[in-house]
């Protein structure tokens, strides 16, 4: 009897092992679910804010453009204005082209990676922060100032 009591008490233990893991291996899923959304939803609103700026921009730049054109043809009394506006966008675009990964895919890539690898940048950042402490106080204490 005592025999089959151990048993049963190790059968109980199992199952209720294995409905805790069931539960615990769910959660862990629901969560995973959770910040995929989270992550996501963080993502889109940042290429929809890019898109609605970029639109923005370009409506501006197209009535500028053309305040642009008519002055200057008043100005010139000539067709030189389309050339002029011409070659100034064509030197925009050149800067831009240029300069794209300063001004968009770093940018871009950093805030995608903030978002992506929350908790990993975040450590990464106060660990600078602290070595820029640490090395501002080891400045401080070494030095003098060399004549």
């Known amino acids: 009897m005592d025999i089959l009591g151990k048993f049963t008490k ?3 233990r199992g199952e209720k092992t294995w409905s805790d893991a069931k539960t615990y291996f769910s959660q862990r899923y629901d969560l995973l679910k959770l ?3 989270e992550k996501s939803s963080q993502l889109l ?3 929809f804010s890019m898109l609605i700026v970029i639109v923005c921009a370009l409506v501006v730049l197209i009535y500028l453009s053309t305040a642009i054109i008519h002055w200057l043809t008043l100005a ?3 067709a030189w204005a389309y050339t002029i506006v011409c070659f100034v966008f064509v030197g925009i675009m050149v800067f831009v082209l240029s300069k794209k990964d300063v001004l968009f895919v770093k940018p871009l890539i950093r805030k995608f990676s903030r978002i992506m690898y929350k908790d990993e940048v975040e450590e990464v950042e106060i660990e600078n922060v602290v070595k820029d402490v640490q090395d ?3 400045a401080e204490k070494g030095g003098g100032h060399e004549q």
């Open 76 to 78: 010139l009394n000539s």
């Open 45 to 47: 609103s940042v290429v």
């Open 35 to 37: 910040e995929f959304l």
């Open 136 to 138: 501002e106080c080891s």
């Open 10 to 12: 190790k059968s109980e």
